[in-house]
């Protein structure tokens, strides 16, 4: 594999360019930068990884799930994954801005218009991923992001499959086995209550994460979001504890009925069970149709054409020997945003 280095310009393999002084964003496993197709010369998202000796390539793994979930409506385009040196890169699509973001710009707060839309598409998604075999294990807003285009700009993409796990066997049918041992995976603020007592996590969990995210782009904060604690065990546990013992009632106060409802629904399922996608999807298309009369596909962001569309010219440099946090992270580069785990 060829590449060229320069002050501000990395080439990968005569491919792709890299602009080193463009950072989208960074996480605990890396960063990610603006990128273009040297040949069409599109733009592209560029996730960069520092291999370990002692660590399994996340972004291999990912790369290897994208590719799989190839071809499905909301699901980013993979284009090129390349070693250099000691470094991993993965060349995909570059998206717009993420729902938490879309939600601050909205003063915390989404119309059950739009909450509902948002929650078929989330639906949606991860209906089409679990028949893929796959649970995503970190469903969160900042993991759902809008396109960048006018016409896409109504769609939301499901990123980052760094933490997902294949939960069936696609030859044999097999589900996993029930563990009641596992280290917690995902984001406390938005996981379910199984994921945090240890429960091995299958596709009720997502169903979960889902409900939950559509609570917070609604009332714009969870009952949990600011428990104060004495460290992050503790925080853990606090948090726990509320989702547990919160009436579902008052977790989803001046919202439709359907909510605490679904919320319920999503938590009685069994391990090995399959959700009912449709029943979801069409509860929430009546309550739609009950408020509207018609199904209304608008979206509150829709008139905000500066949040929908990615700015390519008013990127912020960001010195390379940033620091790489240790926590999730989200960085802003003009209307450019990357959520990273």
Not at 312 to 331: A, C, F, Q, R, T
């Amino acid at each position: 594999m060829v590449s060229k280095y320069d002050n501000k310009e990395l080439f990968l393999d005569y491919k792709y360019k890299l602009f080193r002084n463009k950072k989208l964003g960074f996480g605990s496993f890396g960063q990610v930068y603006l990128g273009q197709n040297i040949i069409n010369k599109s733009y592209n998202a560029i996730k960069v990884e520092k291999i370990s000796n002692t660590q399994t390539s996340l972004l291999k793994y990912e790369y290897s799930i994208l590719k799989y979930l190839q071809g499905l409506e909301g699901i980013p385009q993979c284009y090129y994954f390349t070693k250099i040196k000691e470094y991993n890169f993965l060349i995909m699509d570059l998206l717009g801005p993420n729902l938490s973001f879309l939600l601050n710009q909205h003063n915390n707060h989404f119309s059950i218009n739009t909450i509902i839309n948002i929650g078929i598409q989330m639906i949606e998604r991860i209906e089409e991923i679990h028949k893929r075999h796959i649970i995503h294990r970190d469903i969160k807003p900042g993991n759902f992001l809008i396109g960048n285009s006018e016409n896409s700009k109504n769609i939301i993409y499901l990123i980052d499959f760094g933490l997902s796990k294949r939960f069936r066997n696609p030859k044999t049918g097999n589900h996993i086995l029930y563990k009641d041992d596992k280290k917690f995976i995902g984001t406390t603020k938005f996981s379910s209550i199984y994921s945090q007592l240890g429960i091995e996590q299958s596709r009720r969990d997502d169903l979960e994460g889902i409900i939950y995210s559509l609570i917070y782009l609604f009332k714009g904060f969870l009952p949990w979001s600011n428990l104060k604690a004495k460290n992050k065990e503790e925080k853990f546990h606090k948090i726990l504890e509320k989702k547990i013992n919160i009436n579902v009632d008052i977790l989803c106060q001046d919202m439709p009925l359907i909510f605490p409802k679904l919320l319920m629904y999503t938590r009685s399922l069994l391990f090995e069970e399959k959700p009912d996608y449709d029943l979801i999807k069409n509860k929430l298309i009546e309550e739609l149709n009950y408020k509207y009369s018609i199904l209304n596909n608008d979206y509150d962001w829709i008139d905000n054409k500066e949040n929908s569309i990615v700015n390519l010219s008013n990127l912020k440099e960001k010195k390379e020997d940033d620091k790489i946090s240790n926590s999730i992270k989200v960085m802003s580069s003009s209307n450019i945003w990357i959520i990273i785990n």
